[in-house]
């Protein structure tokens, strides 16, 4: 079946601008998680989306970093006023509701300010 | 302290030979154990789990915990090229209604053909 799908796959957008990041998790899937990862770097933890339970925020990195899911599926992750520090592989991830172990993640989306 | 720890490598053997890795968690109250792999400029996969103390095989691979002295590691038996990734260890924590678990940053696997 299909996968994880994140869209764009890759994003140049300039300082300042703010760029919506997309994740459509597999179907069934009632956990869903955005991660950030640097050149190099693991996985930065950033938010968690399960079921309709409040999500945890307890990762973002700043009040400029905003997630919402709509319906239960469909996640988008916003930054607003990009920064340089902000280049990274945005990784989103789900997983059935009782598994957070095992998670599939989608491809990425490369986002690089500029 | 960190949630998870691993080694970052760079962690070298010859094609044929065991690649042992290993992983350190903080709290003791942790139930769940992955493994995950990633190529160069792809996504994790998940490759194993393991819940309960002891050695758990699949294939080439050997997952071992030891909840005792808070250690998983993972074993590649004969090591190939194709296995040169990096090898995330996830652990997961007992609680609910937030994220639960925590990746380590990675050993970097390389195996020389």
């Known amino acids: 079946g299909a996968g994880v799908s994140q869209s764009p796959s890759n994003k140049v957008t300039e300082k300042g601008k703010d760029v919506e990041l997309r994740c459509d998790p597999i179907s069934g899937h009632t956990a869903l998680y955005w991660y950030r990862q640097s050149l190099g770097q693991g996985l930065e933890f950033l938010i968690y989306f399960q079921g309709n339970s409040a999500p945890d925020k307890s990762g973002l990195p700043s009040d400029r970093f905003s997630a919402e899911r709509t319906g239960g599926s469909v996640s988008t992750l916003t930054i607003q006023r990009t920064q340089q520090e902000d280049s990274a592989v945005y990784l989103c991830?789900?997983?059935?509701?009782?598994?957070?172990?095992?998670?599939?993640f989608g491809p990425g989306t490369r986002l690089t300010v500029t | 302290q960190k949630e998870v720890e691993q080694n970052s490598g760079p962690l070298s053997v010859p094609e044929g030979a065991i690649a042992s890795l290993n992983c350190t968690y903080s709290?003791?109250?942790?139930?769940?154990f992955f493994w995950y792999r990633q190529y160069s400029g792809k996504s994790p996969e998940l490759i194993m789990f393991?819940?309960?103390?002891g050695d758990k095989e699949d294939g080439r691979f050997t997952a071992q915990l030891n909840k005792a002295s808070q250690y998983v590691s993972l074993l590649i038996r004969d090591s190939q090229p194709s296995d040169s990734a990096t090898y995330l260890c996830?652990?997961?924590?007992?609680?609910?209604?937030?994220?639960?678990?925590?990746f380590g940053t990675g050993t970097r696997l390389t195996v020389i053909p």
């Open positions: 709290d003791r109250g942790s139930q769940s």
């Open positions: 393991i819940y309960s103390n």
């Open positions: 996830a652990v997961s924590r007992a609680q609910t209604g937030a994220n639960n678990l925590f």
């Open positions: 991830a789900s997983s059935l509701g009782g598994r957070v172990g095992e998670q599939y």
